[in-house]
């Protein structure tokens, strides 16, 4: 089973920037589909970015535009361009995976406000 492990979350202004990055544990990562969820206090955890093993990505319509999800196989780690972040970004951002049932890491928090 592989492990992940979110990190690159602080504190920004409104309309700066971050890159989150998740690291995986384990040999198979290449094979994986990559989600990026959030979840803001007193809300439910919702869907942000998804990148499959080939590299198609999904995006939230929240996102779209200013967030982008890659990956570099070779070093076993996903990331999450954020540009542009407003308050309502403000949130825990956990990746996630499916294999044999679904693997999230602990998440890192992201807050925007001025």
């Known amino acids: 089973q592989v492990q992940l492990v979110e990190s690159g979350g602080g504190l920004v202004q409104p309309g700066g920037s971050l890159r989150l990055s998740c690291a995986a544990s384990g040999n198979i990562f290449s094979t994986i589909p990559v989600a990026w969820h959030r979840q803001a206090p007193g809300k439910q955890r919702e869907f942000v970015a998804l990148?499959?093993?080939?590299?198609?990505?999904t995006y939230a319509n929240s996102v779209k535009g200013r967030f982008t999800i890659s990956r570099d196989n070779n070093k076993n780690t996903a990331y999450l361009q954020m540009n542009s972040l407003k308050p309502e970004d403000t949130a825990v951002y956990y990746c996630?995976?499916?294999?044999?049932?679904?693997?999230w890491g602990q998440g890192t928090q992201v807050t925007v406000s001025s």
């Open positions: 996630q995976t499916v294999l044999s049932g679904t693997v």
């Open positions: 990148i499959s093993s080939r590299g198609t990505t």
